[in-house]
């Protein structure tokens, strides 16, 4: 199967993320595939959960919510539509989720 997206980097702050995670969680049942902006300019499609972006906006203040940090976000195959999504938080940390790509569909 093809990589469903290439690694890449974004910039996002706490507002964005926390919106994000509001939205995922409302999706928790049936996830989707968010719409993320690339440090390069272009919209990247990935599957993340709601729980992923919460560990995300905890690396952000609340007190600066419109302040950017840089996040880098890769795609691990582990066959067929399984894989993980690695996503390197602005600590240098990196946070695993295990992902079956049938189980995200497009917002």
Known sequence: MEKPFEAFETELSWQQLSLLADTASYFEDAPKLLS????SGETVSV???AESLRTM???LSEDTPFDK??????????GGDHGTVAITMPSGDVLE??????????L
């Open 36 to 39: 993320l902006p690339a440090a």
């Open 47 to 49: 599957p993340l959960t």
């Open 57 to 59: 906006v905890a690396q």
């Open 69 to 78: 940090k840089r996040f880098a976000i890769s795609w691990k195959d582990d």
């Open 97 to 106: 989720q295990p992902t079956e790509l049938a189980h995200f569909s497009l």
